[in-house]
C-alpha cells in the first residue's frame, strides 16, 4: 500500500460525480464515511465538505453561477478546487474510494484522478454502477478492484483493514 500521509491512520479519497450528480454527489459520500472513519479508523477526504474550506462564502455561493456570467472569475475557483484535490490526492492519500455511475460520464475529475491515482501507485476501490462493458477501459485499469455495490466494498476493505 502506497502510504502518503503524515497521519497514522490512513487518508482515503472519496471520488465521482459531483457536478452533474443530482445531490452533487453528497450523499453517497455521507452514507459511506461512518463505516470508512468509524469501523476502520480511517480519515476520509470528502470533495464535498473540503470545498466549504478551499472557497470563501461569496465563491460558493457565486460559483457556479458565474460558469455562464464570468467564465474567467468561475475558472480561477475550479483551479483552486482542482489544486487541493490533486494535491491532496497525490501527496497524502493512502487509497482512493470511487463510485462509478452514469453522472460520472459528464464531468472530468474523477478521471483525472483515478488516472493520477494510479500513476502514483495509489490503491482506487470502485463501485461500479455501470453495465462492465460500458466503463472506459482506460478507467478499469486505473482501478486495483471493481465492487457491484457498497456492501461488497466494506466487506473487502474489512479483510485489508480490519481494525
Known sequence: MTS????????????????????????????????LT???GHRVF?????????????????FRNWKSGDLGRFREIVR??????LETLVHKVNYVVCLWDEHVLRGAGTH???????????????VNHMPIEQTSSWIIGCTTE??????????????????
Not at 464535498?48 to 462564502?57: D, G, K, Q, R
Not at 483552486?80 to 484535490?85: L, P
Not at 483525472?112 to 470502485?126: C, S
Not at 471493481?146 to 481494525?163: G, K, M, Q, T, V
Request: glycine share 6%; proline share 9%; with cysteine.
Open 4 to 35: 502518503h500521509s503524515f497521519s497514522d491512520k490512513p487518508l482515503v479519497y472519496l471520488a465521482g460525480a459531483m457536478e452533474h450528480a443530482p445531490d452533487n454527489g453528497c450523499g453517497w459520500r455521507a452514507e459511506i464515511t461512518p463505516f
Open 38 to 40: 468509524d469501523t476502520l
Open 46 to 62: 470528502d470533495p464535498c465538505i473540503e470545498e466549504n474550506h478551499v472557497l470563501t462564502p461569496e465563491e460558493l455561493q457565486n
Open 80 to 85: 483552486k478546487i482542482i489544486k487541493t484535490d
Open 112 to 126: 483525472g484522478e483515478l488516472t493520477l491515482a494510479h500513476l502514483h501507485g495509489i490503491p482506487v476501490y470502485m
Open 146 to 163: 471493481i465492487f457491484p455495490d457498497f456492501e461488497a466494498l466494506r466487506n473487502h476493505l474489512l479483510s485489508i483493514y480490519r481494525p
